[in-house]
């Protein structure tokens, strides 16, 4: 689940912050998830 920190941090950022992401951030968050979804099916 430490995996998905950056996705939380990123997430509190836009929501108290105000601060908006550059594309790549988001690609590097979508590839992140993708992943962690990906190593739950093998189970």
Known sequence: MVALLPATATAVGLIV?????VP???AGIGLVIA???LHRGER
């Open 24 to 26: 790549a951030e988001l």
């Open 35 to 37: 992943g962690v979804s």
């Open 17 to 21: 912050l105000r601060q908006v992401s």
